[in-house]
């Protein structure tokens, strides 16, 4: 298994990872990077276009995981102001700063589920963020309070992985998600 950065290379694995589900192949995960109405009217095509022009534009945007050349997973994370949303929520508001980067989506394709690689793509998303400075990464994820969700309710990932990746639980935001932050 190996974790790529998302790169104009690496293009084509995204596509075809993401071209594996509807919803996840409709957001492109672009929710957190437009204004609402914009990520709305994009869906499909449109945010898919969008999130091809900042990889032409080399924003760091995540990392895939790739196994014997077919990805599997990926992981969003990019510096807080790279996301305009995060600010406009109050489940993902926080007083961070510009060195601080946010996890905000993973995706792991059905084929790959439940053997860590969640954890995985956040371990190397921490790596990541820390090579290019960040001082601290942060997540809003679902706390599942053990209890089994479909796997389209976890997109942003579960507490109990956050947690178990030496984060720290700063606020519970509404009833199933949290603040967590990893200093660096």
Request: proline share 5%; with cysteine.
């Amino acid at each position: 298994m190996e974790i790529v950065e998302l790169t104009a290379d690496t293009w084509p694995s995204l596509e075809k990872l993401f071209s594996a589900n509807k919803t996840v192949g409709g957001c492109w995960c672009c929710w957190y990077l437009r204004p609402r109405a914009e990520a709305d009217a994009g869906w499909g095509e449109g945010n898919r276009d969008f999130l091809h022009a900042r990889v032409d534009e080399k924003a760091p945007l995540g990392l895939l995981a790739i196994e014997d050349g077919e990805p599997l997973g990926w992981v969003a994370v990019a510096p807080r102001p790279a996301y305009p949303r995060l600010a406009t929520s109050r489940i993902t508001r926080s007083d961070a700063g510009p060195e601080t980067w946010s996890v905000t989506c993973f995706f792991v394709h059905r084929n790959a589920r439940r053997r860590g690689l969640t954890r995985l793509l956040l371990d190397a998303a921490v790596d990541y963020a820390r090579e290019r400075g960040a001082r601290a990464v942060e997540g809003h994820p679902v706390d599942t309070e053990g209890e089994k969700r479909a796997s389209g309710d976890l997109y942003h990932g579960t507490l109990t992985t956050f947690l178990s990746s030496g984060f720290e639980l700063l606020e519970r935001r509404g009833t199933r998600r949290a603040l967590v932050r990893r200093e660096l």
